[in-house]
């Protein structure tokens, strides 16, 4: 009997890492008010014009689902133009969607999302509502990045929770999430189960990462969000691609701090933070 | 200086439930392979047939926005397309998405969902990451529906897990959901924010609603999951929309279990449904 190989996400995301010499994901946040004027709004053309200007740069590229279904069907068409080129220029997607639901609506949106390398995916319905996506990792080597504990200063509110055992709400989740993940590690050491940790929480991250050895971390908050490079070295292990991080609007929007062509400042921004990731992980 | 007086979701519910004397709700969850035969996977037709077949039995009716978005844009264009007919027809539309993120992507996601009466949103994100929904609804008179204690097995690993204080996770989302719900109290004593509640914890929603005492609680779960009217009584306070119900598979598929057409079956079945609700909300 034939049996179909399929190379594991981690996998994939550790040659990408290696090859590019970049854990850097530049998140594609297009707000139409912001896009340089003469593109008259065109999320296409402002799309291919920031994967053009980050692929030397970046290993991965993460369009945020909002801003495109904020445009209704066009947006979404043009969600999943960006992810196409973004493909073809070799980088990785992973597509923020912070999906999560039950039974059958779960497999839908799995369904919906493999055709990215990858999905953020919301924890708080628990394991049976991530097992289609992880059966969709499994079948088409994607990868899955849950939520864990989220950039924002509300995340608080509920993921700090104290439990009766004395660990916090996040915690808990980021056990889950090993375990969800535990049949998912490749060949690198990585499991295809990723977890979300906010730049923003330093302190955490040792902590997140002794709970998480094999999860590849995507850790958004770089920029606009006030964390920097520095902050996030507790994330990262021996392994490539072990923490990715995520910069969206001070690279895509870099044109409005440097004046200049939109996509050379977009490049010299990715290439200034992939230079410091590098430095940082390599500490 | 004019001020746009906008009703208050909450009270156009109260009015619904009255006018139809029915709590309702009809989910669409519209799977190709499931359609009857003769409509050749067209969602669109589907959504109308089963929106006219329902209009007279139901309160509002669910679209899942995730099986539209199994069909990319064309998909999200037919969840739309039904959104506009079931509001032509009288119905409100309760938008199931289970959106879920922070900053300027939360007001994104709020913007997408702002043409639908009302959103489910999760809350794992914490305060921050709601406003942006709250303040939809305050401004456009649109409800939200916080995810609290889900129907599904899997709900206990997050939900249930047991605070330093007593409380589990999902009560202590229910005590926050009451508080951002504060200020959108309308006229007839209900908030515009809601909760939803799984009518398979039969035994948990009398805890629920005392945590709640002005939330509409959205309850999935009737039919296909398990759970039968009867279950949720303890969900319904004298408020008319105090409670809505909602069935999926077991009205929109009825034409699988009785044969006939299609558009007839989930008619009876509604109407059943609609029966069965109207005693257990008056017992």
Redesign the interface.
């Known amino acids: 009997m034939a049996t179909v190989a399929v190379t594991q996400f981690s996998d994939r995301l550790a040659a990408a890492v290696e090859r590019t010499h970049s854990s850097l994901v530049v998140g594609l946040?297009p707000?139409v008010e912001q896009l340089p004027p003469e593109l008259d709004g065109d999320l296409d053309a402002f799309c291919r014009g920031i994967v053009d200007a980050v692929a030397d740069h970046a290993v991965a590229v993460k369009p945020?689902s909002?801003?495109f279904?904020?445009h209704?069907?066009?947006g979404?068409?043009a969600f999943?133009a960006a992810c196409d080129y973004a493909r073809s220029a070799g980088l990785l997607v992973i597509a923020?969607a912070?999906?999560?639901?039950?039974?059958?609506?779960?497999r839908?949106?799995a369904?919906?999302f493999a055709g990215a390398d990858a999905v953020t995916v919301?924890?708080?319905?628990?394991?049976?509502?991530?097992e289609p996506f992880l059966e969709t990792c499994r079948r088409c080597g994607t990868g899955v990045f849950f939520?864990v504990k989220?950039?924002?200063?509300?995340?608080?509110?509920?993921?700090d929770?104290?439990?009766?055992d004395?660990r916090r709400?996040w915690e808990?989740?980021a056990e889950?999430v090993a375990e969800w993940g535990r049949d998912l590690v490749g060949s690198s050491g990585l499991s295809s189960a990723g977890a979300v940790v906010g730049a923003t929480h330093a302190d955490e991250l040792p902590v997140a990462r002794r709970l998480l050895p094999r999860a590849p971390f995507l850790l958004p908050g770089i920029g606009a969000?006030g964390a920097r490079p520095a902050d996030v070295a507790g994330a990262f292990t021996a392994a490539p691609g072990s923490a990715l991080v995520s910069a969206s609007r001070s690279v895509i929007y870099a044109f409005r701090e440097t004046g200049g062509d939109w996509r050379a400042a977009a490049a010299a921004e990715a290439e200034r933070l992939a230079g410091e990731i590098r430095s940082v992980a390599r500490g």
Not at 98 to 106: H, N
Not at 122 to 130: E, F, H, K, R
Not at 150 to 159: E, F, H, L, M
């Open positions: 946040d707000v945020q909002a801003f279904e904020a209704g069907a066009d979404v068409r999943w923020d912070k999906r999560g639901d039950i039974g059958s609506t779960a839908a949106y369904d919906a919301n924890p708080y319905l628990g394991g049976d509502s991530v939520l989220t950039s924002n200063p509300g995340a608080a509110d509920v993921q929770e104290r439990l009766a004395g709400v808990r989740v889950l969000q």
